[in-house]
C-alpha cells in the first residue's frame, strides 16, 4: 500500500475533511495547505496527484495520536524517515487505544484470523528475534477493518466488486 492510499482509507474512514486533515497535521506541529492535502488525495494517473512520503505520513500519524489521546507534554516526537506497516499499525493502534483483543475483533471484522502471538509480532522491536514484518494483505485488512468499526455500513470504492 502506498502512503496516499493509506491516508485516504484513514480519512475515508473517520469521515476527516480537509479543514480537520490541516488540523491533525497541526497538531504534530507541521503547517500543510487545503491545496498539499487536496494533491495527496488525488488518484495516482491525476496529473495534480503528489507522492506522500513517509515523513509527511508518519507527521499525521502523530497528529492521530495526538488528535485522539491528547498531547504529551514535552517535545513531540520525530516522525520516522522511513515507515514500514509495522510502525504504521502500531501508531494507529496507540491513537485508537487498541488492545490485542480489539484488533483481533476488528481483524475479524474484515474476514481476518491470526493468533495473539502473530500479532505481537507485529509490535515488537526489529532486533527481537520474534519480530515479523506485518505483509500488506493483513495491513489491508486491519484498515478495512477499522473501517467496519468505526464507520459502519460503508464501502470502499475498492472493495466493490
Known amino acids: ?11 475515508y474512514t ?14 504534530a506541529d507541521l503547517s500543510v495547505t487545503r491545496a498539499q492535502v487536496s494533491d495527496w488525495m488525488k488518484k495516482e494517473d491525476d496529473p495534480a496527484f503528489k507522492e506522500l512520503s513517509d515523513i509527511l505520513l508518519a507527521t499525521f500519524l502523530n497528529g492521530l495520536i495526538n488528535e485522539k489521546r491528547g498531547k504529551k507534554d514535552g517535545p513531540q516526537p520525530k ?46 522491536k526489529p532486533t527481537n528475534r520474534h519480530y515479523r514484518n506485518c505483509k500488506d494483505q493483513v495491513f489491508r485488512k486491519f484498515l478495512k477493518g477499522v473501517q467496519l468499526k468505526y464507520r459502519p455500513g460503508s464501502i470502499w470504492p475498492s472493495d466493490v466488486s
Open 1 to 11: 500500500m502506498t502512503n496516499n492510499d493509506i491516508l485516504r482509507r484513514i480519512r
Open 14 to 27: 473517520f469521515d476527516f475533511d480537509d479543514s480537520k486533515m490541516m488540523a491533525i497535521f497541526g497538531k
Open 79 to 124: 516522525p520516522e524517515t522511513r515507515l514500514t506497516n509495522n510502525i504504521v499499525f502500531r501508531k494507529l493502534r496507540i491513537a485508537l487505544d487498541l488492545k490485542a483483543d480489539d484488533i483481533m475483533d476488528i481483524l475479524a471484522l474484515a474476514n481476518s484470523n491470526i493468533s495473539k502471538h502473530e500479532l505481537s509480532a507485529f509490535f515488537r
